[in-house]
């Protein structure tokens, strides 16, 4: 028993001291800094992996790769684009970008409020030295819940909505022969259906049936040419430049009826930066006017409308007629480099006549808003803008009167 | 690689920096898994403070990294992360990749050029190698750049490869001076840089490769045509004869890995343990990119290629793309926030968006010369502390007092003449535009000087003789921007190599930087080699600066001595060493502009 026992001592005794030996060998196996670097090192080696991006970075590098958000490349969802008054939309897309720049996107979209949109559309690669392409897109819209007010500029503020599906195939050329120019010309076929809402309050239906064109559904060929001097440093998001711009609409109804017509939209467009872009002034004045022959007349859903984007504390399509103006004065100051707040007056009326088409009689509207931007495009516009008839809460994600 | 470079100035960048915000909460910290711990300097608890061969001056790197792979990093996303998560640790201490004696070691990361050797005009103005470009004759166009910036990649007659890059269409000589002048500032600084020369391309000298190919949107490849050559040379400023001012930039030995990030470490190179934000020549990296207003220091402008040496594959860290510096913010002239105002920022916008456009931003007031290929760059208006890349970087605001102060001392090595070399090396051809950036840039040196010599102890180089004798350096007097304190204040300990631990042993003041223990305390101070370990051969000294109009020279910095053959050696320095750790931000900026 003593015998074991100071066996057992011995090699508890020999294995503490084998442990102190191990111990301090441990503590003197680095016995320079350059050891201890290359301990760490090698300790980092035995647990070297390769680098996982997360999720996020390879759909964000894969798109990059791609050229970038606005490179057609796959699936993709697409926002808004069916018609003014659609609430928030979106829906599948697919893109693609060819070797030779030309791009195709099929796209479908559902709005909040039941607005659908369905398109395929195409643009060629730039050529004639880069300053011209051409483009062209199939498209099906249905707007189930359209606003329809009285005509004129002194309409009550009642209306109804109408249902309106259109349905287009159609192509455009662009050229620019010098910079601040901008030429373009196309022509396609439309056509539209259009009827009271299922929504509709049917004691206000009188709206709606007392509309040229109301349940007409005709077939246009649209052909359209427009001009345009743009010294604008972004079309989407701008500071500073002008803009004046042309564009005439000849709508000529293929079905019968009476309702072909040829619209003409004008635009001036004045930005004034001021110590830098610190602050930004803006003026805008847009006027469109229609003429038809004798016994013919324009339908009210191609009619120049007013209100929402342009009239901004007014309804969408508040106004309608066969001519309007509208004007817009703003202040806009520097937030941040992606944000910008303003404020704004809007002026303006839709009128019958042709001579009724001046600067008196116009409905106004003033308001305050932020805007998120990049160099060139809106990204989103949060506005508050008040008339005689209410206060209006604005999201958008397109620039001032687009 | 060019897929990246050619996003930098992407017009989408706001959408995805208005949305990113959202998911990249979602996302787990991956700088914290591939964090290396620990200080690769310092000892561990039960190694010595110093060893026998402290202070290193070159790190090596010991193993293998062959298997280290390219791996492209997101410009937005990493925007994006930089922008809004804030990466990287959370408590900033000390930087690690130092050696004990607080200065930055060689390494794959940096080589000691500038204060450390002489450096002559002609070195300048050779910049890294003695490559003078590409040979006149059939330049053989291999790849082309993709996106906004036109470029591509071409082989010379010597089977040289080279990547051309262009001024923007109006804006002669910006960004190719930019990129010539700025690389060479960072060769000299330490950096490891691409060979960059600028020369003159003609039309008639490209040849299509045969091999030559244009990336897809799909991520396929197509065989280049002669009119993508065209396309490109259309985005390109051309000179009145046809041809077109470039500048090329030798392809970097090695196979090229993509970039770095300037948080965590790459998980793939074994040789990297140190947090990137934790380095101090990425630290340091602000006030060079101060210096020179490079905005854009962001993981796609750097690169890491692996090389091969003696038989063994290590990573080799390089920063490039210098085009977006001085005035230039490589598409154009630079916006005027840069170098003021992160991309996104809450502080101004709080100020601003109520104001009316009454809250006019200081910088919106700066005039900029009207010289050729000069743009937005100027020295009158500059605040080094103030100074801010556009996107938060975050070995930039964990740049503590003794990170900027030791890039201060490096940029004040570089001379008014070896400054005005380089700016030659841009070959600008309005001698005033030489002249003004020359100027700028020595005036914008002195503001750093001024401005980070003086915010901490300046005390350097000190030496203790074989009598006792301490002597050491005032920097910010030894350059003219403090005036000398009334008095220097020595404490003397014996140390303890194998603890750690200090003992007092005396006090000692003088006016001048040059002073001794007091009698009784240098007894106690001479080296006893009786004592087991080493305990009796070291020297602690801690010296501040008393009297001074800077309230934080008062702190002292701490210089350790070993006693060896050649008498005492300067082991230890320490410039902050009781500073408790803080929170990541630019330290220096809380003052308005």
Known sequence: MTSDMHRLKSIVTAALFAGALLGTAHAQDVGSRAEEMARQQEEKARKVAAYRPSWIERQLLSIEQAGGFGVAR??????????????????PAYGKTFASGAVAIGKAAYSIRGYKVAQVSARSPLFAEGRAFVRGRAR??????????ALGPDSPNTRTEYAETKTELGGEAVFKPVAFVRLGAGVGVERFDTGLSRTADPARAFLFHAMPGAGADPRYIHGQASAAIDSRDGEGYTRQGTLLRATLH???????????????DGAVEQYLPILHGNWVLFFGLRASTTATAAGRDVPFFLMPDLGGHDLRGFANYRFRDRHSIVMTAEYRWYAQEFLDAAIFYDAGKAVPTRGSLDFTG???????????????MTVLRLEVARSREGVRLLLAFSPVGQ | MNSMRALRHARWLPLVVAILPLTLIVESNPSAAVASGGAPLRGTRTAPTFYDDDPVVRIVDTQDASNAEAREISLVHDAAINLFRRPGLKDVGRAESINTIDEVPDSSWFTNRAGSRPITAADMLEGPTDDTGPVPGTWTVSRKANGVSPGFTITDERNRRYFVKFDPPGFPELGTGAEAVVTRLFHALGYHVPQVVIGTLRRDNLVLGSDATVRLPDGSHRRMHESDIDEQLRRAERNPDGTYRVVLSAALPGEPLEGFKYEGTRPDDPNDIVPHENRRELRGLRVFSAWVNHTDAKAINSMDTLVTENGRSHVRHHLFDFNAALGSAGIGVRERRDGYEY??????????????????????????PRLRGIGRFESKRFVPELWRPRVPNPAYVRSRADDTFWAARKLMALSDELIRTAVSAGRYSDPGAEQFLADALIERRDKIGRAFLTGVNPIVDPSLAGDGTLTFKNLAVEHGFAPPPSGYHVTWYRFDNATGQATAVGESKAIAPRLSPPAEALARLRPDTTLAGGRGVYVRADISATGG???????????????????????????MPDAPPMRPGLVGAERNF
Do not use: C, M
């Open chain 1, 74 to 91: 796959g699936l993709f969802v697409t926002f808004g684009d069916i018609k003014r008054g659609a609430g928030l939309a979106l829906g």
């Open chain 1, 140 to 149: 099906w819209q249905d707007a189930p819940k359209g606003a329809v007010f």
């Open chain 1, 250 to 264: 000849d709508y000529r109804q293929q079905n019968d009826g009476p309702y072909s017509f040829q619209r003409i």
């Open chain 1, 362 to 376: 116009l409905k106004s509207s003033v308001g305050a808003g932020i805007r998120l931007h990049g160099a060139q």
């Open chain 2, 343 to 368: 991309l996104a920022e809450f502080g101004p916008v709080k100020k601003a968006l109520p104001a009316f456009g009454f809250y006019v931003r200081p910088w919106l007031t700066i005039d900029y």
């Open chain 2, 549 to 575: 109009t800077q309230s934080s020279w008062v702190a002292p910095v701490r210089a350790y001595f070993r006693s060896g053959a050649d008498g005492w050696k300067l082991v230890g320095f320490e410039r």
